[in-house]
């Protein structure tokens, strides 16, 4: 049998909606890229999402064999705690538009838990493989910040459908082992498929014009990019520049937008008041994802805070760029940064732990350099293409449709 179309549901993220607004990030560019990439490669995705308040067309084309299908259900406003009861709906509505136009997919592959409900359905129905990347885990959520909350269905349907799917995709090693420790998933279902990044939008730029064009000057720049919610960790950040003292001087530059109006944003504000960096920092608020480039190269350090990551796109982009990165050691973060190398990994959340090794990369042109330069080679292995040919591997494999002796796809 071979693979020539497969249904994505993606349903709380829409891949046309910009990163860093509202609840969109990371996996809205991942599965806006990955389809991108099969489709190149001749593959036909139908991205299923669910109807939002600013859709302009039901359906949209994003490239060579590539469509985003708007499905209809509840409230176009609806908050993602309301989602889960319209599963049923949104499933309703995905079956009456495939039988409607004659869809047949070879393979379903849903993207975070809510999606992965309506893909195990939907799998079913066809009698077709499902294969699924949740992206991020509600257990390990819980786990990694006091005070997190879940909804009580999450932990159930990851669990049901870790034992039901045909494969799940896990970015890390420490995510594949999660799965296993938490929820008593057969590890030997679980395939690492890491994410990727878009090595011609991030790349290499010179440091002195992008700076001129943001009007930055001599300062020493530590850059945060993702959505401001209090699990990435941003007090961190705040609490580490207090801890330095650069001759140059050190400006932090926060790009992203709250996801709960502006509760977090004023809250990081005020700690930052408190340690009198209210003039040092500057929220940018969400920049378009092709300006982000902009930002990774004027910068001389990005810093990953976050209390969880289970793939952590941002480092990975930074490194495209030729930016080290200081991060916690969470996650899929240990399988991106090259601690020592490419930047340095922090097992705990210790100020002045962030604050040495940030400094150790901003007093050394030789280092920063040098890590910039390993970096880019670590990321260049990343690209969007050869993720997309480990994962219509995976999608062959599955389908009963081995690879040949040179390794091609059927």
């Known amino acids: 049998m071979s693979v020539k179309r497969a249904a994505f549901i993606t349903l709380h993220a829409c891949p046309l909606a910009a990163p860093g607004q509202g609840k969109s990030g990371g996996m809205n560019v991942y599965v806006r890229q990955l389809a991108s990439a099969l489709g190149n490669m001749g593959m036909q995705i139908d991205i299923f999402t669910r109807e939002h308040s600013d859709v302009v067309n039901r359906i949209e084309t994003i490239g060579p064999n590539v469509r985003v299908i708007h499905i209809a259900a509840g409230d176009t406003e609806a908050h993602v705690g309301e989602l889960y009861a319209l599963l049923p ?16 997919y070879d393979i379903v592959h849903s993207h975070y838990w809510l999606s992965s409900w309506v893909g195990r359905e939907l799998s079913q129905a066809m009698g077709v493989p499902h294969l699924v990347t949740f992206h991020t885990l509600g257990l390990i959520k819980m786990q990694s910040r006091a005070g997190e909350v879940e909804q009580p269905e999450r932990p159930l349907v990851e669990a049901e459908v870790m034992a039901s ?18 929820y008593g998933a057969d590890a030997a279902k679980v395939s690492l498929v890491p994410c990727g990044v878009d090595l011609s939008v991030f790349r290499p730029l010179d440091q002195k014009t992008v700076r001129d064009r943001l009007g930055l000057n001599g300062e020493k720049i530590l850059l945060y990019v993702g959505r401001v919610e209090p699990l990435k960790g941003l007090d961190l950040l705040v609490e580490t520049a207090a801890q330095m003292d650069s001759e140059d001087g050190v400006r932090v530059i926060v790009v992203g937008a709250d996801v709960n109006g502006d509760r977090e944003m004023d809250r990081v504000k005020l700690f930052a008041k408190e340690r009198d960096l209210e003039g040092q920092i500057d929220f940018v608020g969400q920049v378009d994802h092709k300006e982000l480039p902009l930002y990774y190269n004027a910068a001389d350090v990005c810093v990953v805070p976050s209390y969880y990551e289970s793939f952590g796109l941002v480092a990975l982009e930074s ?31 210790c100020p002045d732990a962030f604050a040495n090794s940030v400094e150790m990369i901003i007093s050394s042109d030789g280092l920063q350099q040098s890590m910039g330069t390993a970096a880019r080679k670590h990321a260049e292995g990343m690209g969007w293409d050869n993720v997309a040919s480990m994962m219509w591997d995976e999608y062959t494999i599955l389908a009963g449709c081995p690879l040949d002796d040179n390794n091609n796809k059927c």
């Not at 709906?89 to 047949?104: I, M, S």
Request: overall charge positive; glycine content about 10%.
């Open 89 to 104: 709906a949104f499933l309703k509505q995905l079956n009456a538009f495939r039988e409607e136009e004659g869809l047949k």
């Open 165 to 182: 799917a045909d494969r799940i995709i896990a970015f890390s090693p420490h995510e594949r082992d999660a799965m296993a420790r938490l």
């Open 319 to 349: 490194m495209a760029c030729g930016t080290p990165v200081v991060a916690t050691r969470v996650g899929g973060l240990s399988t991106i940064i090259q601690h020592g190398r490419t930047g340095y990994l922090k097992p705990w959340r």
